[in-house]
């Protein structure tokens, strides 16, 4: 959608919607490469975000203004966002199709679609890549936001069906054409329900929504160099869940959720079976937390390795489905984390012992400059809005 709008990346930021917070980036591009022009993050009220939805938007639509108007070094001012969704709220997967042509495909794609997702074809929006043919690292995301013609693909399919009637013929699976190789697809699509909240949201500020994409997508393509050629592991630890995703030379290989993010590890470390709602309490407690960690850590690390066992485990399976599905157990090469999570301490050691992988913190400034006064794990939660903001440079 709006590929105009790439012509000039400097006219669009980045947008995290996340569970507790809302985060917003813009980048710009000078002589030294690409920087960071406005950056900001605003605590968002408890569950004003969920699996079915935004459920607090007026909250949403006030912090999106004022993360805008307060970012720093300078405040945003642009009209169009580029934003992410959560994993738990998008359908996708890797579909193989025989080689057919284009207009065959569109059809097979859409009525595959009504077979593999649990919700209809009308009710979500969706879009799908060729896989197989961005071998170059290029991390392009489908644009979920893409709508179906769904008068003309029926059309398309009642005159297939007709064609077929005429000729009808037995398959042959010694049949030249259906031998050829078939063809890696991933589809993506989200409930219009959700998309249309996103969207009234922006309009309320006065903004167009110019793409949306997974989180997984968004952080790939803030953190990995985009000719990498590597198998790798990635695991955004938020507020309440965990995103894994692999990358296979710049091509998306795998997806998954884990309801289990970093407020899980603070609710075992604070005592607290649940977390203050008020976003500054959250805040002290936390810096509290991590006061008393650097005392105290070997008498803790047992209480942080059992709150994190369900990413863990989450992590073995992925890499053991990933390597059955490639018939290879030496495809993965290491394993980075990112999101909030990243800060929780000791985190890439913990998860390296019980995966047997090589495991780092993400570096979010892997494609952009890293400013002098901000650190790695500082900006570790910046990740997905950094990715979506440099999404019109890379494709330019």
């Known amino acids: 959608m709006f590929s105009n709008l790439f012509n000039n990346p400097a006219l ?21 490469g690409i920087c960071l022009k406005g950056f900001n993050s605003i605590p968002l009220p408890f569950n004003s975000f969920t699996k079915d939805g935004i459920t607090n938007p007026e909250q949403i639509t006030r912090a999106l203004k004022q993360a805008m108007d307060e970012a720093e070094p300078q405040s945003i001012k642009s009209k169009y966002a580029i934003t992410s969704l959560q994993e738990s709220i998008v359908f996708s997967k ?15 794609i859409r009525y595959e679609i009504g077979e593999i997702f649990p919700v209809p074809v009308e009710e979500l929006y969706y879009d799908w890549q060729l896989i197989n043919e961005h071998a170059q690292g290029n991390m392009k995301a489908p644009d979920i936001t893409k709508q179906p013609d769904v008068e003309k693909q029926e059309e398309k399919e009642k005159d297939k069906k007709s064609e077929n009637n005429k000729d009808q013929k037995e398959p042959n699976p010694t049949n030249e054409e259906e031998m050829e190789p ?5 589809v993506a699509g989200t409930p219009k329900n959700i998309v249309d909240q996103y969207q009234k949201i922006l309009n309320e500020c006065g903004i167009t929504i110019s793409a949306l994409e997974t989180k997984s997508i968004s952080s790939a393509r803030a953190t990995l160099d985009p000719f990498e050629k590597k198998g790798i592991l990635i695991v955004d ?18 997806t998954g959720t884990v309801k289990c993010g970093g407020n899980v590890t603070t609710r075992a470390l604070s005592g607290l079976a649940t977390l203050p709602e008020d976003s500054k309490e959250k805040h002290t407690l936390i810096q509290n937390i991590d006061t008393n960690l650097n005392n105290e850590f070997a008498k803790k690390k047992d209480l942080i390795i059992k709150s994190l066992l369900p990413i863990t485990q989450e992590i073995n399976q992925a890499i053991k489905f990933y390597q059955n599905r490639v018939g290879k157990v030496d495809k993965l090469n290491r394993i980075t984390i990112t999101g909030g999570g990243a800060n929780i301490p000791h985190i890439a050691d913990i998860i390296e012992e019980h995966t047997g992988f090589t495991c780092g913190i993400a570096n979010p400034f892997t494609n952009i400059k890293q400013p002098k006064d901000q650190s790695l794990t500082a900006f570790s939660p910046y990740t997905v809005a950094i990715g979506c903001a440099l999404r019109s440079f890379m494709e330019n």
């Open 94 to 108: 890797i579909v193989n199709f025989p080689k057919v042509k284009q207009s065959d495909l569109e059809n097979s």
């Open 237 to 254: 630890i938020g507020a309440e869940s965990t995103n894994l995703s692999i990358f296979d030379e710049g091509i998306i290989r795998f």
């Open 12 to 32: 669009t930021f980045g947008l995290d919607i996340g569970y507790d917070s809302l985060k917003v980036v813009q980048l710009k591009k000078t002589a030294g």
């Open 182 to 186: 078939q063809l890696e697809i991933l």
